[in-house]
């Protein structure tokens, strides 16, 4: 069994930053990709940015120069520092992970989201 936790999510104002975390867990041989999904009320689930086991990272042209995905593979970790939000980044935050089971099983997971609302 494998878990995604995220946390971080809140209330921020125009301007201000949050940091996302998501932890993967269980039955882990090895992470792939990692990255962060968003949806918004009324609005499809969008790719935020994501991250190579390697490091080499995607973002939306929405988020760049303002968001930053890293990782931390001992730890099994992916993080997002968002600056200089926008209220259009209200969303909610799906952490998402392309992981080999034990029995070397390829599966995709998702968190079960995180609130970001940013407003004044």
């Known amino acids: 069994q494998v878990q995604l936790v995220e946390s971080g999510g809140g209330l921020v104002q125009p301007g201000g930053s949050l940091r996302l975390s998501c932890a993967a867990s269980?039955?882990?041989?090895?992470?792939?990709?990692m990255g962060w999904y968003r949806q918004a009320p009324g609005k499809q689930r969008e790719l935020v940015a994501n991250?190579?086991?390697?490091?080499?990272?995607n973002y939306s042209d929405s988020v760049k120069g303002r968001f930053t995905i890293s990782r931390d593979n001992a730890k099994n970790t992916v993080y997002l520092q968002m600056n200089s939000l926008k209220p259009e980044d209200t969303a909610v935050y799906y952490c998402?992970?392309?992981?080999?089971?034990?029995?070397?099983?390829?599966?995709?997971?998702w968190g079960q989201g995180t609130q970001v609302t940013v407003s004044s």
């Open positions: 269980g039955s882990i041989f090895s992470i792939n990709a």
């Open positions: 998402n992970a392309e992981i080999a089971t034990m029995l070397l099983l390829e599966y995709e997971y």
């Open positions: 991250i190579t086991s390697g490091g080499s990272t």
